[in-house]
Nanobody, 122 residues
């Protein structure tokens, strides 16, 4: 059983940066894959990035080269560094975890946080 809490969201101008954090409590965090999803107004929840237990990363095409996902198993943390933000990045960002690896669909993840809002203005 894992509990996830996101933080680090906020308002930023286009071209700016934010770093999101996902804090996990529970057992065996290090064996779980962790992903970031986002959901904008009137849109479906979409995959942003994931990192496996072996620290292999994967990104959606829309954030590739701008976002970086990382994890620190010592502190049960996962981070999403977001650079060169644009208005299309405005959304609620969620972290999710599951024992299965290499997953991109929301339904594949068992554990979810409550989300943190990111708003990018022109």
């Amino acid at each position: 059983q894992l509990s996830l809490v996101e933080s680090g969201g906020g308002s930023v101008q286009a071209g700016g940066s934010l770093r999101l954090s996902c804090a996990a409590t529970g057992r065996s965090f290090e064996t779980h894959s962790v992903a970031w999803f986002r959901q904008g107004p009137g849109r479906d929840r979409e995959f942003v990035a994931s990192i496996t237990y072996a620290r292999i990363t994967e990104y959606s095409g829309s954030v590739q080269g701008r976002f970086t996902i990382s994890r620190d198993n010592t502190y049960n943390m996962v981070y999403l560094q977001m650079n060169n933000l644009n208005r299309q990045d405005t959304a609620t960002y969620f972290c999710a975890a599951d024992l299965r690896q290499w997953r991109r669909l929301p339904g594949d993840y068992k554990y979810w946080g409550q989300g943190t809002q990111v708003t990018v203005s022109a």
